[in-house]
């Protein structure tokens, strides 16, 4: 795709918002170092492109697009790292006669760097996924779906450590309560921890433990419950925790044309996204790290 048609079709929405620092403007474009996070979610097995009478997804999506436009962030930043939220699997008959190789085959492709699990991953039982395992050349994460008596035990890890251009970047994942939306037959002895709970753990380790300059969940709980307030969301698990910088969500389908920021219990500033579902977008956030690694972000919605 030729430059400024790129520029155009990515360009759909973006805005400034800032965490621990001042303006955009008060960093040097020289000195400050950029970390670029490209995120999906809720991909359901989509390959393909819409069609051009597909209605309101007409002529969108497709991973060969998706990797059109990931190769050329790449090519603008180097260091960008790719994340999916969660449901990689169900919805087209790719999944239906592959069982998964495919979308994992495609994600090692682009050069997913980490993904957590949706609940809609589970629909092939615990031993499919497993079975799917091999095929999946980037990370696993979740915090709060225990798979100790399971055969998914060592294949996911509570967090990830990735560093770009100096930048320490934490990234720990959190999945929905499985009860009720999956058979137990399927995930079997998965244990099913509170998000809250674990997300408090996972942060406090990551950042002052670890260290990490950027902490980011990868989480499958939803973005929002109006109708239901006792259920953990996306928004809640921001404003009951303390050192998460972004909230990457899957789960309900939310399209959001840029980041919302929501205020953690410490009163600090938590970016939370989610770009809707089937690969149509791709969500882009980009972080900008002064001298003292103080951050400001940038976020937009790509459409694909």
């Known amino acids: ?62 991973v060969a697009r998706r990797a059109t436009i990931i190769e050329n962030i790449r090519k603008e930043n180097p260091n960008t790292l790719l994340l999916d939220a969660g449901d990689i699997f169900q919805g087209t008959p790719y999944f239906n006669f592959y069982g998964g190789e495919l979308e994992f085959k495609l994600m090692s492709m682009l050069k997913y760097d980490v993904a957590t699990i949706g609940n809609h991953d589970f629909d092939n039982g615990i031993e499919g996924l497993h079975a799917q395992m091999p095929y999946a050349g980037f990370k696993f994460v979740s915090a709060n779906y225990d798979f100790t008596n ?52 996972m942060s406090a380790r990551l950042k002052n433990e670890e260290k990490c300059d950027l902490v980011i969940c990868l ?53 939370v996204n989610q770009v809707g579902c089937y690969g149509l977008y791709l969500g882009r956030i980009d972080f900008y790290f002064d001298s003292d690694k103080s951050k400001v972000s940038k976020g937009s919605t790509i459409a694909v």
């Open 1 to 62: 795709m030729k430059r400024r048609e790129f520029v155009k079709h990515s360009a759909l929405t973006a805005g400034l918002l800032t965490i621990g620092g001042a303006g955009l403007s008060s960093f040097s474009a020289s000195k400050a170092k950029k970390i670029t996070i490209l995120h999906t979610n809720d991909v359901h097995s989509h390959i393909d492109p819409f069609g051009p009478d597909d209605g309101r997804n007409s002529n969108k999506g497709g």
């Open 150 to 201: 399971t055969v998914m035990d060592t294949f996911v890890k509570p967090y990830e450590i990735l560093i770009k251009d100096t930048i320490k970047i934490g990234i720990f994942g959190l999945g929905i309560a499985l009860e009720g939306l999956v058979m137990r037959d399927l995930y079997k002895e998965t244990k099913y921890l509170d998000p809250i709970e674990i997300a408090q753990d």
């Open 219 to 271: 989480s499958h709980l939803g973005y929002d419950y109006k109708n239901e307030p006792n259920k953990v969301s996306d928004l809640s698990l921001a404003k009951a925790t303390e050192n998460i910088d972004l909230i990457i969500g899957g789960h309900t389908h939310t399209f959001l044309k840029e980041p919302t920021l929501v205020k953690n219990r410490k009163d600090k500033d938590v970016l």
